[in-house]
């Protein structure tokens, strides 16, 4: 029978705070620059020509059609050989996690718009509101409402999926995880504490994001 022996791990726990520290500043980071990216993208899907619109879906079908892990290696390997650059992993992560998780929050974004039933738009403009003033006053609180709850799964999935960025050798939780394993040899204590560090950042966000979720449709 397999001896567990999880106090072997006690003289790497300076790996797994940095690792862990890495996996969150990642998450925020490609979280703001994919709610940025998502949010003119969305808006951008609205437009009226073919000239804005056919490449912003272009855009978001090539991200959400294709593995984040190919993107990633795509970005890291074949992007600086097509432009003739250097990159380096930590920028390859970020442009990849941030354009990939732009896709779906355009998509959540553009969705809660045009699910905001036409008659708010025809009353905001008999009322002589402009198409701007129209979308900050009318359109968008009431179709917040509905996008935060994808809006915030999305970003929990974003946070797992940062665990891809150790193909780049970024030391994140996971990588640090490996680091753990080839000095040590025993992947069942490593792996399982990565699981479980993992699950206590990301059960009491989902616990949350549910909370919302009742609330939400309790006011509506």
Known sequence: MYHWDFGALWGYRSLVVVGLGYTVGYTVLCVVLGLVVGTATGLGRLARTRFVTWPLLLYTEAFRCTPLLVQLVWFYYALPVLLDISM????????TLSLYGGAFYAEIIRAGIVSVDVGQWDAGRALGLGRLLLMRKIILPQALKRMLPP??????????????????????????GQVITAALYRPLEVYTLVAAVYFAVLFPATLAVQ??????AANA
């Open 88 to 95: 380096s992993p930590a920028l390859a992560a970020t442009l």
């Open 211 to 216: 909370r919302l979720e009742r609330r939400l």
């Open 151 to 176: 809006l915030m799964n999305q970003s929990i999935i974003q946070l797992k999926n940062t665990s891809l960025v150790s193909v780049l050798a970024v030391p994140d939780l996971l990588y640090q």
